[in-house]
């Protein structure tokens, strides 16, 4: 299984279709509650076997672009703190060949929706239930994060979240879209 855009969705594995349309058409009506909604991703049932082709294949299509590319899980605490800044940034520099990826390491696709109910995201989120994306990348930390240059290029990697990571997150994407 993998993460899909909710427009995308073949089937869902948490609650019937007619469910998800019935509740998706209620909280349409709030906005807050719409931004939560849109930025839970459903699951298809796609095999895990190839879960690594299909992460290079998502990463490909932001050529061109700048990625902050972040690991993360329910469980990790500092992810907590992340969303909301990697929300800021889509929001302030998404219009500027800019995006950021997140890979969700949870082995329970229903942990990693209740962190999306408290921690709603407005960027694409990957699963990688298995940990393959993770092992390819050879995560050392969580949350973990790459930043992609616009020709794809790996050009930083982090460990961690913090206040003063976060400036220098964010001078790294700034120099990178100035180029």
Known sequence: MQYVNISAAKTIS???NEIIIILGTLLMKH??????????????????SDTLTDFEQQLAQYKGKVV?????ASWCVPC???????????????ADNFTVLSVN????????????????ANFPIFYDAKGKV???????GMP???IVDKSGKIVSAHVGFTENKKIKYQTEIV?????
């Open 14 to 16: 948490l609650l019937p």
């Open 31 to 48: 906005s807050l509650i719409k931004s939560i909604f849109f930025s839970l991703l459903f699951f298809s049932s796609q095999s895990f």
């Open 68 to 72: 902050y590319l972040d690991f993360w």
């Open 80 to 94: 907590r703190k992340s969303f909301p800044w990697m929300n800021e940034m889509q929001q302030k520099y998404g």
């Open 105 to 120: 390491l949870d082995a329970q696709p229903a942990l990693a929706a209740k962190f999306l109910l408290e921690n709603p």
């Open 134 to 140: 993770a092992k390819a990348f050879k995560l050392k």
């Open 144 to 146: 973990s994060s790459y």
């Open 175 to 179: 120099e990178l879209l100035e180029k």
